[in-house]
Nanobody, 126 residues
């Protein structure tokens, strides 16, 4: 079992920055790809970013490329999402998730992640 707890969300003005953290417990996540997803009110959960277990590979949703950076510290069992130049359309609940071990490559599909955190709210005001 893996427990994931996100933190770092909040209210920020457009153009501002936030750093989300996802702390894992129960077992190490160092052998697994980890992703960030988000869900805005009335919308489906969508992929944001994913990082490989070795940190050598990352992939981003087009609309966040150049603004968001995913990283991880395997020694701390923690994954991060640095968000800059935030826009009102980035407002959502942000979730971190562990990619299922049977899935190859860097997945953008929510159904290929087997453990999820409870989410942290990010609100960007215009």
């Amino acid at each position: 079992q893996v427990q994931l707890v996100e933190s770092g969300g909040g209210l920020v003005q457009a153009g501002g920055s936030l750093r989300l953290s996802c702390a894992a417990s129960g077992r190490t996540i160092s052998n697994y790809n980890m992703g960030w997803f988000r869900q805005a009110p009335g919308k489906e959960r969508e992929f944001v970013a994913v990082i490989s277990w070795s940190t050598s590979g990352t992939y981003y949703k087009d609309s966040v490329k150049g603004r968001f950076t995913i990283s991880r510290d395997n020694a701390k069992n923690t994954v991060y999402l640095q968000m800059s130049s935030l826009k009102p359309e980035d407002t959502a609940v942000y979730y971190c998730a562990k990619q299922a071990p049977y899935v190859g490559g860097l997945s953008t599909r929510a159904d290929q992640y087997d453990y999820w955190g409870q989410g942290t709210q990010v609100t960007v005001s215009s």
